[in-house]
């Protein structure tokens, strides 16, 4: 079976521009979640989605925002892009969001350079 | 703040011995931890998890222990590979939030 899959895999972009980035959950996962992941650091959480809903939010500016498409995808839109935000996003699935034991399990991420 | 910790940026070890690594957490609303493996130009995988309400899980080589009081997990690789070398990320989540809490990671080098 197929695992999450994330595109594109690298993208170069300079400030000021929108950048679009997708993602494929497992098969039969309806919750998606993003991250952002700097050099040295632990990822961070951006986003949760669940049945095309936001069930969470960390704390990013209103540049980022997201939806969930009825087959259970995601894309993360980053508008007027930052220097700083040059980082590896990386989407996450679950089957649902919050339960006892809900693993979520990442895709291969997107790297990000903003110049 | 930093609610996940992992204190060791790296650890080395030879092949064949046990690997240990500690994780503390400082949100007592945690209540369901992970650890997860990522090589370099890869997404993190999933290695094993732990809820509060045990105090160990085992899976083949790989064993979490959660101590509640002390807030405190850690993952024991026996025996190591050198196929285990990668950067080791703990995560927690709890408390009605539904994002993973990481801390900085440790990387695992493993040598023959």
């Known amino acids: 079976d197929a695992g999450v899959t994330q595109s594109p895999t690298h993208l170069i972009k300079t400030r000021g521009q929108h950048v679009t980035l997708r993602c494929s959950p497992i098969?039969?996962?309806?919750?998606v979640s993003w991250y952002q992941q700097v050099l040295g650091q632990g990822p961070q959480f951006i986003f949760q989605?669940?049945?095309?809903?936001?069930?969470g939010r960390g704390n990013f500016p209103d540049r980022f925002s997201a939806r969930q498409f009825p087959n259970y995808s995601s894309e993360l839109n980053v508008n007027a892009l930052l220097l700083g935000d040059s980082a590896l996003y990386l989407c996450?699935?679950?089957?649902?969001?919050?339960?006892?034991?809900?693993?979520?399990?990442f895709g291969p991420g997107t790297r990000l350079l903003v110049l | 703040d930093q609610q996940v910790k992992q204190n060791s940026p790296s650890l080395s070890v030879q092949e064949g011995r046990i690997s240990i690594l500690n994780c503390d957490y400082t949100?007592?609303?945690?209540?369901?931890f992970l650890w997860y493996k990522k090589y370099p130009a890869e997404g993190p995988t999933f290695l094993i998890s732990?809820?509060?309400?045990?105090d160990k899980n085992e899976d083949g080589r790989f064993t979490v222990f959660l101590n509640k009081s002390a807030k405190h997990l850690s993952l024991h690789i026996v025996p190591s590979q050198p196929g285990d070398s990668a950067v080791y990320f703990c995560?927690?989540?709890?408390?009605?939030?539904?994002?993973?809490?990481f801390g900085k990671g440790t990387k695992l080098t493993v040598n023959p």
């Open positions: 996450a699935s679950s089957f649902r969001v919050r339960g006892i034991g809900e693993t979520q399990y």
């Open positions: 995560a927690a989540m709890g408390g009605g939030s539904e994002k993973l809490v």
């Open positions: 949100n007592s609303m945690f209540d369901y």
């Open positions: 989605y669940y049945e095309k809903e936001e069930r």
């Open positions: 098969s039969g996962h309806k919750s």
């Open positions: 732990i809820s509060s309400i045990k």
